[in-house]
């Protein structure tokens, strides 16, 4: 049986619904004594308890993930449209919910899982907040500002566990490419995001929401976001920006009534640094070419390409090349970083993201709630925020070219 974070502060007042659902007495006196003292209780190696908010696409993807991983325990599955829910609970037990606060309150989890649409964040995020549940959260963390900045403000006064679903910066590429960029600091980059529209029509009746700007919260911040994750892990701060845009059936003139996305978004982002990025979007390109990041430095040039971050690097005398077979397949350590700099003697690698990201985001955030650290996850709430203040503020200004 595990204790969650929220067992461990609600101590005695908790106690009875946990006898209710077969804690013994003496991991209850664990736990009231850990209250009382304030102090953390490892989660160790017994089985977590896990919960499922929103059960769509992408929640489906994280139980697989999970599922791949040992000692974890789907306890409980939520969705509005409970049919979604009952089949991940067919696929690996649990009880189905349809509200998230009544699930949080009855299925002692240890961490859950919010897999919402960016429309529909709030009330899962402030139901574990204030039950100090465990969270990782699926980008983007919502569509409205403000919301986000309560939510964060909430995260930081609980000091609550979280992570968030930006998982390419879990991949080896990145983080190799990362790994140079600390020394040798990126002067410009170049991110595409190009594909037709997202949806076939017959598709609209349950995925409709990403063809809307209001529910999504704009396709630069529903998409680009993974690389305006990557490029603040590279470049540092962003200070200014700025955007253009096709409007809605600008190029997509056959769009179904649902669809007011732009046909084309187009960022600059300027960084503390000096360094400058753009980063553009379109969905009105039948025959786009996905996802392209390239990042320029002084003495070296990364090229990511596709959906797999696939690394072509190129450097000047071979500096800070190794071949790819040398480079771990998880970062032993995030605090170990240095470690993995050598010099090698290739001007140029091709190293090929074969890493399951999704798996290995998912078994940092384990390990993460299991040691009650951090120290595993990329991108907590906190950092996910910064990124939303650019995407989201990225909105105010499209079709204005303002600088803000
Ligand atoms: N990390 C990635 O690469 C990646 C890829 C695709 C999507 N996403 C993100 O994942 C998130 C979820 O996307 P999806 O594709 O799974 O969407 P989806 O529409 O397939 O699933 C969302 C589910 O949430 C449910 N839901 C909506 N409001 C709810 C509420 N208030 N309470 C409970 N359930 C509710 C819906 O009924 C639906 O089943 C989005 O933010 C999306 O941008 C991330």
């Keep these: 049986m595990a204790f969650s974070l929220r067992d461990r502060v609600a101590g005695d007042a908790h106690s009875n619904t946990l006898k209710e659902k077969g804690y013994d007495r003496a991991r209850l006196a664990i736990l009231v004594l850990a209250s009382a003292s304030g102090g953390v209780v490892s989660v160790g190696e017994e089985s977590l308890r896990l919960g499922i908010i929103g059960c769509g696409m992408m929640g489906r993807r994280h139980l697989e ?13 939520c969705d509005v449209l409970t049919e979604r829910a009952e089949e991940l609970a067919h696929r690996s037990g649990g009880t189905v919910y349809d509200n998230p606060e009544r699930m949080l309150d009855e299925a002692a989890l240890d961490a859950v899982y919010v897999v919402l649409p960016p429309f529909a964040h709030g009330l899962a995020e402030r139901a574990a907040i204030e039950r100090r549940i465990p969270m990782f959260i699926e980008k983007p963390i919502g569509a409205d500002l403000s919301l986000c900045r309560e939510i964060g403000a909430m995260v930081q006064e609980a000091h609550l566990l979280t992570s968030v679903g930006y998982h390419n910066r879990y991949r080896r590429t990145v983080r190799r490419a990362g790994d140079i960029f600390r020394s040798d600091r990126p002067v410009m980059a170049c991110a595409t995001w190009t594909s037709g529209l997202p949806l076939a029509p017959e598709q609209l009746t349950s995925r409709a929401w990403t063809l809307q700007r209001a529910r999504t919260g704009g396709r630069f911040a529903e998409t680009a976001g993974h690389s305006v994750d990557i490029l603040r892990a590279f470049m540092g701060k962003v200070v200014a920006m700025s955007a253009f845009r096709a409007p809605p059936r600008a190029f997509n003139r056959e769009a179904c009534q649902e669809y007011d996305l732009d046909d084309v978004e187009v960022v600059m982002l300027q960084f503390a640094s000096g360094a400058v990025a753009t980063v553009s979007v379109t969905v009105a390109a039948q025959a786009g070419a996905g996802t392209t990041l390239s990042v320029f430095a002084g003495r070296h040039t990364a090229h990511f390409s596709g959906w797999e ?66 120290g595993s996850i990329c991108t907590t709430y906190a950092d996910a925020l910064e990124t939303s203040e650019i995407t989201l503020g990225i909105a105010n200004c499209l079709g204005t070219g303002r600088k803000l």
């Design 309 to 374: 971050h696939n690394l072509h690097l190129v450097a000047v005398d071979g500096e800070g090349c190794r071949t790819d077979e040398d480079y771990p397949a998880e970062p032993p350590s995030w605090a170990d970083w240095d470690h993995w700099r050598r010099t090698g003697s290739l001007s140029q690698v091709e190293a090929g993201a074969s890493d399951d990201a999704f798996t290995i985001e998912n078994r940092a955030f384990i390990k993460a709630v299991r040691k009650g650290d951090p």
């Design 65 to 77: 993930a999970l599922s791949r991983l040992p000692d974890i325990k789907l306890m409980a599955f």
